[in-house]
T-cell receptor, first 114, second 108 residues
């Protein structure tokens, strides 16, 4: 079975650009998460979808971050406009449903904003 | 592979009392994070530690990389503290390994 697939693996952007990160969850999983990982803060929740419905929009990340899930097998995270402080690894994770204890993580997208 | 052993799997507390959750690691972890599963099922960050201890209100967490463990202490437990708590740790790369969770029930 394919795990969580994230593309691209690496992204370099100029300050002010728009970037779109992509995620394909494990087939059949109803829950999808976007996290940002940094060495200072660890994993920070950006968005949470349950059956394609947005359940959590990340609070402090609402301003320039927008996650969408147009179908059950594909999600995007748009950052617009990018800032240097957005440089981090962005992880996508999925699980069967909210009762499941195991989160399956993708390999992440390393974003560098110059 | 890397493993995280979290205990206890379930914990019952009366209001006003306290206890500790623990995670043991089979390898040296670079950092640990504690989450709580909220009513929507999201994992919300409680603490992120690369070393030492951190405290926030009635919660306190400690991490000893050398001894390969982390703890989450809850004092003066309240009904709203009920939920499932997870630790997660990483060796410094992208991989994050989660504990199996602790279901906490606080009763009057």
């Amino acid at each position: 079975d394919a795990g969580v697939t994230q593309t691209p693996r690496h992204e370099v952007a100029e300050k002010g650009q728009t970037i779109i990160l992509k995620c394909e969850p494990v087939s059949g999983h109803n829950d999808l998460f976007w996290y940002r990982q940094t060495k200072i803060q660890g994993l920070e929740l950006l968005s949470y979808f349950r059956s394609k419905s947005l359940m959590e929009d990340g609070g402090a990340f609402k301003d320039r971050f927008k996650a969408e899930m147009l179908n059950s097998s594909f999600s995007t995270l748009k950052i617009q406009p990018t800032e240097p402080k957005d440089s981090a690894v962005y992880l996508c994770a999925s699980r069967t449903d909210s009762s499941a204890e195991t989160l399956y993580f993708g390999s992440g997208t390393r974003l560098t904003v110059l | 592979g890397d493993q995280v052993e979290q205990s206890p799997s379930a914990l019952s507390l009366h209001e006003g009392t306290g206890s500790a959750l623990r995670c043991n690691f089979t390898t040296t972890m670079r950092a640990v994070q504690w989450f709580r599963k909220n009513s929507r099922g999201s994992l919300i960050n409680l603490f992120y530690l690369a070393s030492g201890t951190k405290e926030n209100g009635r919660l306190k967490s400690a991490f000893d990389s050398k001894e390969r463990y982390s703890t989450l202490h809850i004092r003066d437990a309240q009904l709203e503290d009920s939920g499932t708590y997870f630790c997660a740790a990483g060796t410094g790369g992208y991989k994050v390994v989660f504990g199996s969770g602790t279901r906490l029930l606080v009763s009057p």
